[in-house]
């Protein structure tokens, strides 16, 4: 499984193929099942967590699965997302930040949900990758499935959550072995939030982050992303970024003296997962959908190596 962060861990064809992504796949996409979880019985892990979780994950969980009901938590957190934290993340990168491919994205409609999916380099990735979107009009709820220890289950990681993502950093993703069996339910929570319609997941198909010296090559793909996407049957839309650190406070400050890298970001069209959609439900399945992501990942990747040589 692919998350926000260190992971606790839940394609084939070019770049002109995924573009011609096909009007039977779009189509069968659409007419797929939305609403209230289009039919699925929404999972709750403080139900199958009940003796497995802490109180103050309890709280948590119960806290933030809340703040996705309609109402005035939502639209508080909503505001916070468009009009603070897409600004000071803006503020901080402006200097450095370069965006292409935008027109390759498909109408963002409210009431549709969607997956973005992106390498893996720097804790900041998805931040900077949404906060351009959410700038440019996105108006869902964002998700970050996240790894539970430090963001779920201390005072700080709660903190943490709602000052840095306005508490998009959800579903957990638990890492203690005692607790593997609620990941189940995690993933379940995830796909059913995208069914429902209205949320926009941003998601790691490397399952975490890539210390490699070479931004250009990837770790395995995770199969718990593909199983996510299969149940899902979403819109998935590939970025690649390159050009940030892991130490924040570096990275703002050489965002104004003239120390930092060019933060490249590319976005591509929709994934076409060809008739992959139509197999049976399989890890051989998920392991495919998820390779699929990262080879679409990869060829951004080969565009960004392009711009990056052509700057001055």
């Known amino acids: 499984m692919s998350v926000q962060g260190d992971s606790a861990g839940p394609g084939a064809g070019g770049?002109?193929?995924?573009?011609?992504?096909?009007?039977?796949?779009?189509?069968?996409?659409?007419?797929?099942?939305?609403?209230?979880?289009a039919g699925l019985e929404r999972p709750d892990?403080?139900?199958?967590?009940k003796t497995r979780l802490s109180r103050i994950e309890k709280l948590q969980i119960a806290f933030i699965r809340k703040s996705f009901d309609p109402g005035s938590l939502d639209r508080s957190l909503r505001w916070g997302q468009r009009y603070v934290g897409s600004s000071w993340i803006h503020y901080f990168t402006r200097h450095l930040r370069h965006v292409h491919g935008v027109e390759r994205l498909p109408e963002l409609s409210p009431d549709r949900s969607f997956i973005l999916v992106s390498n893996h380099r720097s804790f900041f990735d998805l931040y900077v990758v949404t906060?351009?979107?959410?700038?440019?009009?996105?108006?869902h709820r964002i998700l970050f499935p996240v790894r539970a220890n430090f963001f779920y289950d201390t005072p700080l990681g709660f903190l943490v959550?709602?000052?840095?993502?306005?508490?998009?950093?959800?579903?957990?993703?638990?890492?203690?072995?005692?607790?593997l069996v609620l990941n189940v339910d995690s993933i379940g929570e995830l796909v059913w939030m995208l069914r429902r319609g209205g949320c926009f997941a941003g998601m790691h198909p490397e399952g975490m982050r890539n210390l490699t010296d070479d931004p250009y090559t990837f770790l395995p793909a995770q199969p718990g992303i593909g199983r996510v996407i299969h149940e899902a049957r979403v819109s998935v839309l590939p970025v690649f970024i390159n050009g940030l650190i892991n130490q924040l406070g570096r990275q703002v400050a050489s965002n104004f003296d003239?120390?930092?890298?060019?933060?490249?970001?590319?976005f591509g069209a929709?994934?076409?997962?060809?008739?992959?959609?139509?197999?049976r439900s399989s890890?051989?399945?998920?392991?495919a959908i998820a390779e699929r992501t990262l080879e679409a990942i990869a060829e951004l990747g080969h565009e960004e190596r392009a711009?990056?040589?052509?700057?001055?």
């Open 15 to 37: 770049y002109a193929k995924r573009v011609s992504a096909g009007a039977e796949a779009e189509a069968w996409m659409d007419a797929g099942p939305t609403g209230a979880g």
């Open 45 to 49: 892990l403080l139900v199958s967590g």
């Open 131 to 139: 906060a351009e979107l959410v700038r440019r009009g996105l108006p």
């Open 161 to 179: 959550n709602g000052v840095m993502s306005f508490f998009a950093m959800y579903p957990p993703i638990f890492r203690d072995r005692s607790k």
């Open 258 to 266: 003239g120390s930092g890298r060019p933060i490249v970001v590319v």
């Open 270 to 279: 929709p994934i076409d997962f060809g008739n992959l959609y139509q197999q």
């Open 283 to 287: 890890p051989r399945v998920h392991r």
């Open 307 to 312: 711009i990056r040589s052509g700057m001055t």
